[in-house]
């Protein structure tokens, strides 16, 4: 079985995988093993959902840990051979602890995974307690109107008491794991109804609680008990609901819903765990709660997910490092969203035969309503979590970067005030009351007074600053951003990316108009919780450095004033674009960096840097400068064609072909950008004054031999492969477009007649190999590409991405015909390939906001 892992550069390192550990007990691994349904569904869902990610993952128990050698005889899911095969892993990096009971012995190798061998831990909790989760939650003053009373059962009075107040009561076990008894008690004119849930569902009216005193009292005194408010909850189709949502870290490290479960109470039972088994998404029945709850506001979904992130954040904060965690909540007849349970031990998991209350499968329900999530949508969502979380763990055991999201919010009050919560002081400042604290946004730093806020109102999700900072840090009201904490009471927020375009394509936005390139640059900056502002040389004020900028809000373009962004990604093509380029890098000064870091990158200073690399010469034609038409002849001997190519012009003006007839003419060939020219010479003294003009344009010309390219079709073809660096700073080949000149042209661009092609289809048809063929055509060609890449980036600086014109000859050999800088997409485009275009523009951005040290990610994807 064929494995592709990740691979991550840190510094001169080279880091692979992450590998996940999926720790579990023997029953589970044997019924895994026998292909017990459930239980091998699971299996096999992990590890597809494994090579989704590119990771590594296997089970494995107790007795399968060899700690002499550093390893651990795995069960793994083999997709060719659909079973599941052991085999001897290396220790993993981090360890998902899953359906396993803990004891003495359990907790014992999980501290000698964490402190010998500095393995992460998903799930390091040995279960949540109801009420010591209501105690520490209860500390929080974000949380505690979300919390129903609760109170340790002592003796019957306790119940009596909690009734009196409430009306309407629960009694639950003190602990969460496997709860098989549960009262509900609620007082019903005069008399009272009472629901139990233990080894059978029943209920029951009485006239006097007191016929039931001896039970209960006999029975709760077997274990610790809860007394706890009851909650008078929403009905749908005449069943009480509540909400069952799996909470997951993502690829960023935070808590996000998978789904939200609606549990569906039969008629007239009060206790929802696994009463009546009806169940649907609270996407569904939303607008119909809307429709029959008319005069209360019914919380959306938004709202659901914000407040279960911020529980989650508060619970992990309280019990330790978590992965994932189930939510209990219950919305009342007053719209009132209330907390019932969280527990991290025991998370549910989706199977195809779970329906909604219409018989709709589960699963398809949940994708259905997952945003963003372009994966294979046979994997489970919250399978698929595990590893967008590993990654995210593994890469922050290089990279430690304390960043959150936040939304940032001006309030009107004192000046120069940032406003901090308990949670956010200790996330942001490590807990320490110092009232100075510094904020960082681009290029500006500013010192304010932190004032500490405890009223309910203020939300931990939210940041506020007083209103006069809005002229003076420039950060976007009601804009969700990352929050990097530097040092404490230093807080840097971003990402501020700076795209810098020309003047003409600034008018044209102010004006109304619109770019899809641009707007796809706007919606990836979004998805990472950034800004991205568009500006030209003349919306710069050097002084105070600010920058007039667009940026888009509400489907709009409008202007803002922002400080001037650290990261810039150079846009502005063209030779006065160049010229304002290489001004505006000087007047940027070393503090600041620049994408495409140079403004053009020259034809022969890009062959010399590539032949400084011992692994490329084979895949460089043979180039010489052009000085007098004395070259030409020289190269004609050992070449029967040449071509002349201008040293800095582009989009394949200014190139001749030069070839000699066996009568001893010379042939001349040119393509304008309409047509073929064809000049016949008897020598070649006249040349210079067909190349003049263009060489002056050009600043020289270059002579290269001529490859004999393969065909496509009975049509010569060379290709455009597009290198970017991705998210993470690795070269990544984004994509490919074969390229075939128009009859008789000399080059292959589509500006000049030309059409392409997709690679898949050309090494198919003429190669009879496809993309995967191991050790095949593309396989080389991505090695030499990224192996160019890497060498122009390393010569030149941060190039970003690079547009490698290839072709393969008649013998298959590959080579590398000319390296552009900062390339147009042109080729690329003409595939009409929507996703493949997404992923030109957006990159770039991702890299960008890479380079400013908060958090990236895959856009496209949403992985990345």
């Not at 992450?18 to 017990?36: A, H, L, S």
Request: glycine share 6%; aromatic share 12%.
């Amino acid at each position: 079985m064929e494995v592709i892992i990740n691979k991550v550069h840190i510094n001169n390192d080279i880091y692979m995988g992450p590998v996940i550990g999926i720790f579990t007990g023997r029953n589970y691994i044997n019924k895994i093993m026998n292909m017990e349904k459930e239980s091998f569904y699971y299996a096999k869902g992990h590890i597809e959902a494994a090579l989704e990610e590119k990771c590594l993952s296997y089970f494995f128990c107790t007795d399968d840990i060899d700690y002499a050698e550093e390893r651990i005889k795995g069960c793994t899911f083999n997709p060719e051979l659909n079973r599941c095969d052991y085999a001897w892993f290396p220790f993993p990096e981090v360890i998902y602890v899953k359906k396993l009971s803990y004891s003495k012995q359990i907790n014992e190798h999980i501290q000698r995974f964490k402190e010998q061998y500095n393995i992460q831990l998903i799930n390091d909790c040995t279960g949540i307690k109801n009420f010591t989760l209501y105690k520490k939650l209860s500390n929080y003053t974000e949380i505690q109107k979300y919390l129903p009373e609760t109170i340790v059962y002592k003796n019957f009075d306790d119940v009596l008491l909690m009734l009196n107040k409430y009306g309407f009561i629960f009694i639950k076990s003190a602990y969460s794991k496997k709860e098989k008894v549960i009262f509900s008690i609620e007082k019903i004119n005069n008399k009272y109804k009472l629901n139990y849930f233990g080894d059978s569902t029943q209920n029951i009216i009485l006239n006097n609680l007191r016929e039931f005193e001896n039970f209960i009292t006999e029975y709760l005194s077997k274990s610790k008990f809860i007394v706890q408010q009851g909650i008078k909850l929403l009905k749908y189709k005449d069943y009480t609901i509540s909400l069952h949502l799996l909470m997951m870290k993502n690829i960023c490290g935070k808590w996000e819903a998978i789904y939200r479960v609606v549990k569906m109470i039969k008629e007239d039972f009060n206790i929802t765990d696994d009463v009546g088994k009806k169940i649907s998404t609270y996407e569904k029945i939303y607008y119909q709660l809307q429709k029959k709850y008319q005069s209360i506001i019914i919380p959306r979904t938004e709202k659901i997910n914000d407040l279960s992130a911020m529980l989650a954040s508060y619970t992990e904060m309280s019990f330790g490092t978590m992965g994932e965690m189930n939510i209990d909540i219950g919305i009342d007849i007053n719209g009132r969203i209330w907390i019932i349970k969280a527990n991290c031990d025991q998370v549910d998991n989706l199977t195809p035969d779970i329906v909604d209350i219409d018989g709709v499968s589960l699963i398809n329900l949940v994708f259905k309503n997952l945003q963003d999530d372009k994966s294979n949508n046979k994997i489970k969502p919250q399978v698929l979590g595990i590893y967008k979380y590993s990654k995210f763990l593994t890469r922050n055991n290089h990279c430690q970067n304390d960043n959150s999201v936040i939304k940032v919010i001006y309030k009107k009050s004192e000046n120069d005030i940032c406003y901090l919560t308990e949670a956010q002081n200790q996330e942001y400042c490590n807990g320490d009351k110092n009232k100075d604290i510094t904020i960082k946004f681009g290029s500006i730093s500013l010192k304010v007074k932190k004032v500490i806020e405890n009223r309910v109102e203020f939300d931990s999700n939210i940041l506020y600053l007083s209103e006069n900072l809005k002229s003076q840090i420039f950060i976007p009201d009601n804009s969700f951003i990352q929050v990097l904490n530097l040092n404490n009471n230093q807080l840097e927020f971003g990402p501020l990316v700076g795209t810098y375009i020309n003047s003409k394509k600034i008018a044209a936005l102010s004006e109304g108009k619109t770019d899809h390139v641009y707007e796809e640059i706007a919606i990836s900056i979004k998805k990472l919780n950034g800004v991205c502002c568009l500006f030209s040389i003349g919306d710069i004020d050097w002084e105070k450095k600010l920058v007039k900028g667009m940026i888009r809000e509400k489907s709009k373009w409008i202007p803002r004033i922002l400080p001037l962004p650290m990261v810039i990604y150079d846009r502005c093509f063209g030779i006065i674009g160049r010229r304002f380029g290489m001004e505006f890098r000087k007047k940027l000064g070393k503090d600041y960096k620049v994408i495409n870091s140079i403004p053009k990158l020259a034809k022969w200073e890009t062959i010399c840097a590539l032949e400084k690399n011992p692994r490329l010469i084979a895949a460089i034609p043979k180039t010489i400068l052009y000085k007098s038409y004395e070259d030409i002849e020289k190269a004609l001997r050992t070449s029967p064609r040449v071509y002349l190519k201008p040293d800095a012009l582009y989009k394949g003006k200014g190139i001749f072909r030069v070839s000699k007839e066996p009568n001893g003419i010379y042939k001349v060939e040119h393509r304008t950008d309409t047509e073929n020219e064809v000049a016949f010479l008897s020598n070649l003294q006249d040349i210079d004054n067909m190349i003049n003009h263009y060489s002056v344009l050009g600043g020289g010309y270059l002579i290269q031999q001529e490859i004999k390219k393969a065909s496509y079709r009975g049509y010569p073809f060379d290709f455009r492969l597009l290198y970017q660096k991705d998210w993470q700073g690795i070269w990544q080949p984004t994509g490919i477009a074969i390229r075939m000149g128009a009859p008789g042209s000399i080059i292959t661009s589509p500006r000049s007649g030309g059409a392409v092609a997709e690679i898949g289809q050309v090494l198919k048809e003429e190669f009879n190999e496809d993309i995967t063929t191991k050790n095949g055509l593309y396989e080389k060609i991505v090695t030499i590409g990224r192996e160019a890449a890497e060498t122009i980036d390393a010569e030149f600086g941060d190039c970003v991405e690079l547009g490698l014109d290839m072709t393969i000859d008649i013998d298959r050999q590959v080579w590398i015909i000319e390296i552009n800088g900062k390339p147009l997409k042109v080729s690329l485009k003409w595939l009409k390939d929507n996703a493949l275009m997404s992923r030109c523009y957006t990159r770039p951005i991702e890299y960008a906001v890479f380079l400013t040290g908060f958090q990236s990610a895959s856009t496209d994807v949403w992985e990345a």
